[in-house]
């Protein structure tokens, strides 16, 4: 990680060069991250919330859409009571970079306080979308309030922040599938793959 923000170090495994992966479609540049490697580091991330949330019955917040592959797919790793919930946040509209404005679309339904909240999301890119949710949290009266994020791009962060669980580092890319979008396609893909440029406008 950069080393603006040292309290980004984690042990997530960096994804290789570009290079080296297959292209699996048309629109995109090559896979970054195949389903095996995603379902093989989902099941470790669920072990290891599993152990650190055993006698805390965490609620899990999956921040809609991106999120949803994740949640479902991690939920079912993770072996003590729990409970969901969904929140619908936009931060991009229908571009490929960050406006840095929050709006919340949907609410969560069951109330935060005193509960050990944990974020579901798919990529922390400037971090401005956790960042204000995890505010959000605290001042609703989370007990305690933890990130998990499937993808963490290398050096793009604008706010320094606390993230427990990170899926797997990525280079600073425009990525698509397993719940991420490009104008709210690909999100079906299996796995993940660096869209090709051309297909988005400046
Ligand atoms: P942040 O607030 O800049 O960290 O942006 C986080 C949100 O931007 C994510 O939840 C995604 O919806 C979106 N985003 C950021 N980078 C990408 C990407 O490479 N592909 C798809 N969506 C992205
Ligand atoms: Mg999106």
Known sequence: MTSD???FVHP???VAAFEEQPVSHDDLVCTLISEDQLHRRVAQMGA??????ADKDPLLICILKGAVYFMTDLTRMIDCSLTMDFMAVSSYGD???TSGVVRIIKDLNEPVTDRHVIILEDILDTGLTLKYLAR???GRGAASVAIA???LKEGTQAVPLDIQYVGFTIPDAFVVGYGLDYAQHYRNLPY???L???LYAD
């Open 12 to 14: 997530s495994p960096a």
């Open 5 to 7: 923000y040292p309290e």
């Open 48 to 53: 290891d919330i599993t152990r650190d949330y």
């Open 196 to 198: 090709k440029p051309e």
């Open 192 to 194: 993940i793959g660096v």
């Open 95 to 97: 571009a490929h970079k």
């Open 136 to 138: 959000n949290f605290h």
């Open 149 to 151: 994020t499937l993808l």
